[in-house]
């Protein structure tokens, strides 16, 4: 696939998820969508979902509620778009949704394979391509971020790293909508800072691209650790998302 096919592939599958056209990622203006979970969204989308701002670069698109319209069409009309997923413009917003029962809650940061420059990486130990019979046992604290316990049904490819038939790093695919795998990373502490993580998600993802799939990856913006890993494996950042549920669902998270 080339650049231009996997992010078209991305922003319909965004698209399908907060309930707006393809092309609204690609306008110069905000735009503002009623919001619904269709049935094509990725697994992972949860109602409920009072407000989901997204940004491929270009704007802001806002699928939202009815309820909380106005108060997201001022805010990304207030700020230039990409200072809506900051603070202090967060501040703003923040303030005016918690008297609501409100909150801000998930940011991440999305990453696409760069085709021109995407390469496998050598890490100094045998990989082995693994499916999910090979997935029955390891679903433990070592490998919660390649594998998910929640959504085994999900975890459909991977790629472990061994070293004396030991298995040091596993880079985990999960199938969260149709035409894209996402791609989660463990490495053992002490094989870290060796290359064993940009070698595995580099080799996963040529393994999701032969099979006609997109890869991507997620990260939080502070976690430099994990965006070193992403760039390193021939990634580049594609789209960031920020998402306001209510506050009790944000409370309980962090219980």
């Given at each position: 696939?080339?650049?231009?096919?996997?992010?078209?592939?991305?922003?319909?599958?965004?698209?399908?998820?907060?309930?707006?056209n393809?092309?609204?990622?690609?306008?110069?203006?905000?735009?503002?969508?009623?919001?619904?979970?269709?049935?094509?969204?990725?697994?992972?989308?949860?109602?409920?979902i009072?407000?989901?701002?997204?940004s491929?670069?270009?704007?802001?698109?806002a699928?939202?509620?009815?309820?909380?319209?106005?108060?997201?069409?001022?805010?990304?009309?207030?700020?230039?778009?990409?200072?809506?997923?900051?603070?202090?413009?967060?501040?703003?917003?923040?303030?005016?949704?918690?008297?609501?029962?409100?909150?801000?809650?998930?940011?991440?940061?999305?990453?696409?394979?760069d085709?021109?420059?995407?390469?496998v990486?050598?890490?100094?130990c045998?990989?082995?391509?693994?499916?999910?019979?090979?997935?029955?046992?390891l679903?433990?604290?070592?490998?919660?971020?390649?594998?998910?316990?929640?959504?085994?049904?999900?975890?459909?490819?991977?790629?472990?790293?061994?070293?004396?038939?030991?298995?040091?790093?596993?880079?985990?695919?999960?199938?969260?909508?149709?035409?894209?795998?996402?791609?989660?990373?463990?490495?053992?502490?002490?094989y870290?800072?060796r290359?064993?993580?940009?070698?595995l998600?580099?080799?996963?993802?040529?393994?999701?691209?032969?099979?006609?799939?997109?890869?991507?990856?997620?990260?939080?913006?502070?976690?430099i650790r994990?965006?070193?890993?992403?760039v390193?494996?021939?990634?580049?950042?594609?789209?960031?998302?920020?998402?306001?549920?209510?506050?009790?669902?944000?409370?309980?998270?962090?219980?």
């Amino acid at each position: 696939m080339t650049n231009k096919e996997i992010l078209h592939i991305a922003m319909r599958q965004s698209a399908l998820d907060i309930n707006c056209n393809e092309a609204d990622f690609l306008c110069d203006y905000p735009v503002i969508v009623k919001s619904r979970l269709g049935s094509q969204a990725r697994k992972y989308y949860k109602e409920p979902i009072t407000c989901n701002l997204v940004s491929y670069g270009n704007n802001i698109v806002a699928s939202v509620t009815d309820e909380y319209r106005e108060l997201i069409k001022e805010y990304v009309n207030k700020f230039t778009f990409y200072h809506c997923f900051e603070t202090p413009n967060l501040n703003w917003l923040s303030e005016r949704l918690l008297p609501r029962g409100q909150k801000v809650c998930f940011m991440a940061e999305y990453y696409l394979p760069d085709a021109d420059h995407f390469q496998v990486l050598p890490c100094g130990c045998e990989t082995r391509v693994l499916g999910p019979a090979d997935f029955e046992e390891l679903y433990r604290p070592e490998w919660s971020n390649a594998l998910c316990e929640d959504r085994k049904e999900l975890d459909v490819l991977g790629v472990g790293a061994y070293e004396g038939g030991k298995l040091v790093g596993m880079a985990g695919a999960s199938a969260d909508c149709d035409t894209m795998w996402q791609i989660g990373i463990d490495v053992l502490p002490e094989y870290r800072r060796r290359g064993v993580g940009a070698a595995l998600t580099g080799k996963l993802a040529k393994e999701i691209l032969e099979r006609e799939k997109v890869p991507f990856y997620c990260s939080a913006w502070s976690n430099i650790r994990s965006v070193r890993n992403a760039v390193k494996s021939g990634f580049i950042p594609a789209w960031v998302e920020t998402t306001v549920k209510p506050a009790a669902v944000v409370d309980e998270m962090n219980k």
